[in-house]
Structures are given as structure tokens and as C-alpha cells.
């Protein structure tokens, strides 16, 4: 702020201002124009000494010490001690019907058990729970602008870290906040209800840094709700994917940042292109920006967000089991300790199971009890081994949950997942993929694998639905719509946002195609686990890793494409080059290219196949019609087949332009009609604004799908 006074200071003196006239108060920068809400009390001296401190640093630099006006230091009063969420006239001790305090374990402290030595949670270890007495919003003071940088906490973890009650009287105070959207989305919420306030409003705009999952479901549609007002407001800068400059032994977060302003505008959106040096004095980032429509998942481009889901996937889909009680799952020796293989009916209880980081890396070969629907007393007559398992290794985690349907249910997984069931009954085998993952592919498990919460599964036992899902268009819509998490950055893959509004292409008529893609699926699948049936070293995110090594060398360096990058691209090193020979992936890139081919093909972009991944479409084939729009109608994963997921003349996504400041001018100027696809030869995002027949681009119709 200062700098930019100096700014303007020097252009009025080029117009025979004095800057000395212009040093009386209220003409100036200063402390008193800077107001701050701080929940620690120590810190509000030391906020308002550091603003003192600048402000006078700057002066000395700029003006010297004799224009600085007496008293030097002032009162202002500007930093207050306050809470800048939840106001209220008393925080009161909850006590029991005897009166006796009530407390909650602190989420933390974990003792050995003294039977099972397992760890578990110390009772010992109890916070007081408060309730607060009329709770409303905090009062924020009238200002131009508004920036913060709110505590990082999730929306699972508001309970836990803030309190019981507090995060209640939170959550009671802004109804259209989910309960499960980052805590810093209730300070989003009160900047734009501010911003959008009608009459006299001072507020021009205000900024927060966030982590990175504010593109989330949950706290996306904190943004959704006021960029869809009838008076609205807009993103006029954002940076979806940033680090966060850390320490040497602070842990890695990314980050967020959004600046928003009342009405409806178009924007910068900055993506980061190179980071190094993170943990030094010298970080550097580099950052590409963009302009046009910045939508609420930090994206410019079509509005994929608004895609809505599709009956028939909606029904097939869903996350695996959430445990809540680490004493479920088990090793093979403790199954057969509690009676596998010679208990009857405990075989269709104690499961093979499978997480994130089993897919992604190899499997623990461990087992999980999975005992719903059992009633208490039935688990206690026929499986009495079990029951005292669980007693002792569980029960004591469940005793301190917060939600009462977990104490009480305590033998029974927190969220047992009765919406899965029915979908995997009957078949002998779903597809699955990882929620949150570097690399997105999809694999079959096995029907009698009980798969974990982070995993995405899916009803479907055909391998044509697989070959889709593991296409490119799949891949980069997955990337477009369910956005990224956590320390690595990795793609997130949402049952609602991803996969029930993904169309899959109609091959009702394209029997060629759809047989083609049966069997790419079927190849993909056993090629790679077989391949790491071989060989103890490889895991499907090693095949993955090396298999990008691959295209990004050929893509960037072989003939015709973009020599001139050579000598940025590393070779392959030694342990790449062992996986690529024990790996097969020149056979695994070849798989997953024709998987493209065929499925461009079905969407009825056979000219795109070409230019994006360097190879001709398939072979001649029977006349392709453009994609059929089939009426929606209420099916179960039996029934099953590609025309039932054909898109909806609803679900249409809105598109906006952008232009790259600093990509050069787009190759391929091609657009189409379903989700965005790299291009091999541009950066330049492919809208959704014009349809196609016969795999060729026309003008747009009233009448697409998009």
C-alpha cells in the first residue's frame, strides 16, 4: 500500500503537488486504516506493533524523519480481540442431569489397552464441552477491503478442534454453509453476504488465502450460492493450486487464493507452471494467467460444475465402507484364530479387504469383520470369538464418538455403505478406482472384496464401461470437475461431481465399438496385473508414473512436436527404465491408445483421435450416427447398458471464453461437444459450443445436448 502511495505521491509532485502537504492525517497510508479481528490476545499488541513498525520504516525510507508528525505513535484501536465467526453473551460449562461436567475425549491421546495391548483412546484424556448462549455473527468492522488467512481446518475436523458446541452454534448461524465445507468457507460466507449487501455498502471486494480444497463439493458451493444470486458476485482473481512456503519440518500444504468483487465480471485466474526451492530462503514459483469467467471450481472454461447427475449412474455408484474402529480389519492368522474356515457363515463376515493404498501400491493382504446387518445378539450366539474381538478393540474407539449412532452401533462399521450393497450383489466382480490419487485408473476387484471409504466403486461387471472410464475424455473430465487435494496435489474423484454426470457414449448401434471395447478392457485389466504378478517391484502408481514419463518424452521431443523443449526433459533414469522393461509399458501406452481411438470414436470424434494422440482413427467402420439422446428412466445395475447413460437435455454445460496470456497462439482451434481433452500441439481449453456429425465440427444447435 505504501509503494503504491509513493506511487501516486510522485505523480502529484510531477503536477506540483507537495508531498509535505499531503502528510496530514487522513491523506496518508497508515495503521489507522488498517483493521484486524486476532482470537489470541497476546497477538493483538504485537499485530498492531508490526503495522507501527512498517509504517515507520517506510517513512524513514521514503520522506526521512523530520515530515513525520508528532506524537509518532497512535492509539488507534484498530486490532481487537475478538472472535470473527461467533459472537455471544456467555460460553457455559455443559453439565450432565447429576451436574456433573460434561467432557469428550480429546481426539488425540491413545493408551495400550490393558488386556489386547491394542492402542486406544485414553479416558483420561477429556476436554470440557461448552454451549453457547445466544450465539450470532461476530460484528466486523465497516471497511473498503477484506483480506484473511482463516485457520486451516477441515469441516470433518470443526469438532474436534474447535468444540462441540461451537461448531454447532457455527453451523445453526449459517444453515446454507454444509456441515462439511472447510471452516474457512463461514468466513467466505460472511465476506460476499457483506460484499452483496444491498443499500450503502463500503466494501468493494475481499480476498482469502484457503487450502486448496475450497474446489471441493462442499465448500464449492459456499461460492456457487452467490455467484448464482440474482445479485451476484464474481471472481475477479484466483489461484486454485499454490504451495504454501513451508519450513523444513512443517508439512507440505497447498493452497488457494480468491478475490471476489459484486457483480457480474469476467477475471485472472493464475495457474502455477514451475516451483522449486520450496524449503529455502529463495522459493521460487512461476505462475500462467489467463482471463475470462472464472467459475466456482477455479476453472475458466465450460461450466462443468453445473452438469447434473444421471439416474442410471446414480444408482451403480458409491464409496466403500467406512470403519470407524481400527479392531475390524485383521491379518489371515487372526481370522482363522476367530474362526474362519471352520465357524459356519463367518466366511460371509470376515472379507477380503482392500484401500487406497493397496490399489496404488500392493496389497497388505489383510482382512476386514464386517458384521452388518447382525443384531448385537445374534453376533454374541453365533460368532462369540468376534464378538469379544470387537468388544475389546473396537468398543472402547466407539465409546467416544461424538455421533450417537456409532456408540450405540459400535459393532457395526460407522458408515456400512446399505446404498453398495445391492449394487455389488449378484456380480462376480466391480470396477473400482481410488478417490484421491495421482494417477486416475479404474481396475476390477473381485466380489468378495470389501472395498474402504476411499475408494470409488462402481456396479458394473462388463469391461466396456471400464475401457470408457479409462479413456482420456474420462480422465480429463474427472480432472475438470472433481478437482484436487491434499499434500501431493492429487486428483479427487467424486461419486456425485465426477461420476453420475459423466455421459458414457451410446453404443446400442455401434456393436463394432462396443465389442472393440469390451475387449480393450478385458486386456488393460489382466495386462496389468499380471505384469505385477511378475514382478514383486512394480505397483499400478509405478506403471503409472513411468507410463507419463513416456508420453511426456514422446510428445515433447519426438518428430514433429516441440523439439525445441529437448533439453528440458530429463531422460529416463535407471529405476524408470527397470519398470519400463519389467512394466511393458510400451504395451500398456499402446492399450490405452487404442482405448482412445475407439472411444473417440463411439462420441463420434474420429478427427480428434488423430490430432491428440498421434494416431489414425480406427479402422473403416460402418456409418456412425452422432450420439443418441435416450429419455431417462429409473434402472438397477442389472440392467445396465451404454444407452441408458446418454446425456440429458438438461444437463447442459455453460461455456465462457479464455485466452492464455502466455501460451502462444492455439494450433488446434477445434471445439467440441463433451468434456475437455488436451491438445497435443496447444494449451488452449476446448469449450463445449458446437456439436458434431459424423465425427466432423458444425455450428452450434439449439437442439445439442450441450
Known amino acids: 500500500m505504501k509503494r503504491l502511495e509513493g506511487e501516486v505521491l510522485a505523480a502529484l509532485e510531477e503536477l506540483g503537488e507537495t508531498q509535505h502537504a499531503l502528510l496530514m492525517e487522513g ?17 493483538v499488541p504485537i499485530a498492531d506493533l508490526v503495522l507501527w513498525i512498517g509504517y515507520l520504516k517506510w517513512q524513514l525510507k521514503t520522506v526521512g524523519i523530520t515530515a513525520i508528525p508528532e506524537p509518532i505513535l497512535h492509539r488507534y484501536g484498530t486490532i481487537k480481540h475478538q472472535d470473527a465467526i461467533l459472537a455471544y453473551d456467555e460460553k457455559i460449562l455443559v453439565r450432565d442431569e447429576r451436574g456433573a461436567p460434561v467432557s469428550r475425549w480429546d481426539g488425540v491421546t491413545k493408551i495400550d489397552h490393558p488386556i489386547t495391548g491394542e492402542r486406544v483412546p485414553d479416558p483420561d484424556a477429556r476436554l470440557e464441552v461448552y454451549s453457547y448462549k445466544n450465539p450470532r455473527p461476530a460484528e466486523w468492522p465497516e471497511v473498503e477491503f477484506i483480506v484473511g488467512n482463516p485457520p486451516f481446518i477441515g469441516g470433518k475436523d470443526m469438532r474436534a478442534q474447535l468444540g462441540d458446541g461451537y461448531a454447532e452454534a457455527a453451523w445453526k448461524l449459517r444453515p446454507h454453509v454444509p456441515g462439511s465445507a472447510d471452516f474457512v468457507m463461514h468466513f467466505w460466507d460472511e465476506a460476499a453476504k457483506r460484499l452483496t449487501k444491498k443499500g450503502k455498502n463500503p466494501l468493494q471486494s475481499f480476498g482469502f488465502i484457503t487450502t486448496n480444497s475450497i474446489t471441493q463439493t462442499f465448500s464449492r458451493r459456499v461460492i456457487e450460492h452467490y455467484m448464482a444470486a440474482k445479485s451476484p458476485l464474481s471472481l475477479v482473481f484466483a489461484i486454485p493450486d499454490h504451495p504454501w512456503l513451508k519450513a523444513s519440518d512443517k508439512a507440505a500444504v497447498r493452497i488457494a487464493m480468491t478475490v471476489a468483487a459484486r457483480g457480474d ?15 529455502t530462503d529463495t522459493p ?13 471450481n477455479l476453472y475458466i472454461g465450460a461450466n462443468v460444475s453445473s452438469c447434473r447427475a444421471l439416474t442410471g449412474n446414480s444408482l451403480i455408484s458409491s464409496p466403500g465402507v467406512k470403519l470407524h474402529g481400527a479392531g475390524f480389519i485383521v491379518t489371515e492368522g487372526e481370522a482363522r484364530r476367530l474362526g474362519l474356515g471352520t465357524v459356519e457363515g463367518l466366511a460371509q463376515h470376515i472379507l477380503h479387504y482392500r484401500n487406497g493404498r493397496d490399489i496404488a501400491d500392493r496389497p497388505r493382504g489383510v482382512r476386514v469383520i464386517d458384521l452388518f446387518p447382525l443384531t448385537l445378539d445374534d453376533l454374541r450366539d453365533r460368532f462369540p470369538a468376534v464378538y469379544q474381538h470387537v468388544l475389546q478393540t473396537v468398543k472402547p474407539e466407539r465409546d467416544t464418538n461424538n455421533r450417537a449412532s ?13 446404498d453398495l450393497r445391492p449394487a455389488l450383489e449378484g456380480l462376480p466382480r466391480y470396477i473400482t478406482t481410488i478417490e484421491t490419487a495421482k494417477h486416475r485408473f479404474f481396475q476390477f476387484l473381485d466380489a468378495s472384496i470389501r472395498p474402504d471409504n476411499m475408494l470409488v466403486n462402481i456396479g458394473i461387471s462388463s469391461a466396456h464401461p471400464l475401457a470408457v472410464l479409462s479413456s482420456r475424455i474420462h480422465t480429463r473430465w474427472a480432472i475438470a470437475t472433481g478437482g484436487w487435494l491434499g499434500v501431493g496435489n492429487d486428483a479427487r474423484y467424486s461419486k456425485s461431481r465426477v461420476f453420475d454426470p459423466f455421459a458414457f457414449p451410446d453404443l446400442g448401434a455401434q456393436s463394432y465399438l462396443a465389442s472393440q471395447l469390451e475387449s480393450l478392457g478385458e486386456r488393460l485389466d489382466a495386462f496389468r496385473k499380471e ?4 514382478h514383486y517391484f512394480l505397483t499400478m502408481t509405478g506403471l503409472y508414473n513411468v507410463l507419463e514419463r513416456v508420453r511426456e518424452l514422446d510428445w515433447q521431443i519426438g518428430a514433429g512436436r516441440h523439439s525445441d523443449l529437448a533439453a528440458e526433459i530429463a531422460p529416463l533414469t535407471q529405476k524408470e527404465r527397470d519398470i519400463y522393461e519389467a512394466g511393458h509399458i510400451a504395451i500398456l501406452k499402446d492399450i490405452h491408445d487404442e482405448i482412445d481411438q475407439f472411444v473417440f470414436a463411439a462420441y463420434g470424434y474420429n478427427d480428434l483421435a488423430e490430432r491428440l494422440i498421434g494416431m489414425p482413427a480406427p479402422p473403416p467402420l460402418p ?5 443418441i439422446i435416450s429419455p431417462l428412466k429409473k434402472i438397477s445395475s442389472r440392467d445396465w447398458s451404454p444407452s441408458t447413460k446418454s446425456v440429458p437435455p438438461k444437463n447442459r454445460a455453460a461455456s465462457s471464453s479464455g485466452s492464455a496470456q502466455t501460451t502462444k497462439s492455439p494450433a488446434l482451434a477445434t471445439k467440441w461437444c463433451g468434456p475437455k481433452v488436451p491438445s497435443r500441439k496447444s494449451t488452449s481449453t ?11 465440427a458444425t455450428e452450434p444447435d439449439n437442439s445439442s445436448p450441450c
Open 27 to 43: 491523506h496518508t497510508v497508515s495503521p489507522r486504516q488498517f483493521y484486524g479481528l486476532e482470537l489470541n490476545p497476546r497477538a
Open 265 to 279: 465480471f469476467e477475471g485472472k485466474l493464475a495457474k502455477v507452471v514451475s516451483e522449486a526451492g520450496l524449503d
Open 284 to 296: 521460487t514459483v512461476a505462475l500462467e494467467t489467463m482471463g475470462g469467467k472464472v467459475l466456482p
Open 406 to 418: 456409532y456408540r450405540e452401533n459400535w459393532w457395526i462399521f460407522g458408515e456400512p455403505r446399505k
Open 531 to 534: 505384469r505385477l504378478a511378475a
Open 623 to 627: 456409418p456412425i450416427k452422432p450420439p
Open 686 to 696: 476446448l469449450c463445449p459450443s458446437s456439436t458434431r456429425q459424423n465425427g466432423r
